[in-house]
């Protein structure tokens, strides 16, 4: 079956400067790739999502790049902020509706 | 719309004990899962439906039930709770599978 690994577990960056976060996964069939963030005690909320016929995909802040070959794909913050202090997490989906989750990493944004 | 509601928000359970987790979702989706988060672990699935009537095992079903009866409506029943158990447990809902999946705000579950 899938696996993701994630790395690394816990990331400190200064604020305004860039957070890379990487996932690789063992299924090469694995079609869909999305990113969550968690808050701390709050609910998993998607922030990007790539498919596998695409190699790159941004939204302002936020780019999730994808190696089909590599079999990895990272989540890419600039510009960060305090508000993107949280955990996140990659996943990879396998066969009947199963996403694999990877294991999170803690982003702290120093002042 | 409220989304997906979960009820209750925390519970402690003894040893062998049952209890039933409720989930909602008032978006009509026809997907719907069940999760458990271990404390520095990523989410594993316990049950997944795909519409009324139709529910099937995820990565870690044991010890676990689920029922569909309606589109809204996705129950997660813990039978003989174990320690194991402890943990806390997400619903989530989608109107396209795997895609833009809609979280409850979890169940905070320990089981002395």
């Known amino acids: 079956g899938e696996n993701v690994e994630q790395h690394p577990s816990t990331l400190s960056v200064q604020e305004g400067d860039s957070a890379v976060i990487k996932c690789t996964y063992s299924?090469?069939?694995?079609?869909?790739f999305p990113w969550y963030k968690q808050e701390l005690g709050k609910r998993p909320q998607l922030i990007i999502d790539i498919r596998s016929n695409v190699g790159e995909k941004k939204d302002q802040r936020i780019a999730v790049t994808l190696n089909k070959t590599a079999k990895h794909f990272s989540l890419h913050i600039t510009e960060t902020q305090p508000e993107d202090s949280a955990v996140y997490f990659c996943a990879a989906s396998e066969a009947n509706y199963q996403l694999i989750w990877g294991a999170g990493t803690k982003l702290i944004i120093k002042p | 719309n409220a989304g997906v509601t979960q009820t209750p928000k925390f519970r402690i359970l003894k040893i062998g004990q049952s209890m039933t987790l409720q989930c909602a979702q008032d978006?009509?989706?026809?997907?719907m899962y069940w999760y458990r988060q271990d404390p520095g672990m990523g989410l594993k699935l316990i049950y997944y439906s795909v519409g009324a009537g139709i529910t099937d095992k995820g990565e870690v079903p044991n010890g676990y039930n689920v029922s569909r009866s309606t589109t809204e409506d996705f129950p997660l029943r813990l039978e003989l709770a174990a320690p194991s158990q402890t943990s806390v447990y997400f619903c989530?809902?989608?109107?396209?599978?795997?895609?833009?999946?809609?979280f409850g705000s979890g169940t905070q579950l320990s089981v002395l």
């Open positions: 978006m009509n989706h026809n997907y």
């Open positions: 989530a809902s989608s109107n396209s599978g795997l895609e833009k999946l809609f």
């Open positions: 299924d090469s069939a694995s079609n869909y």
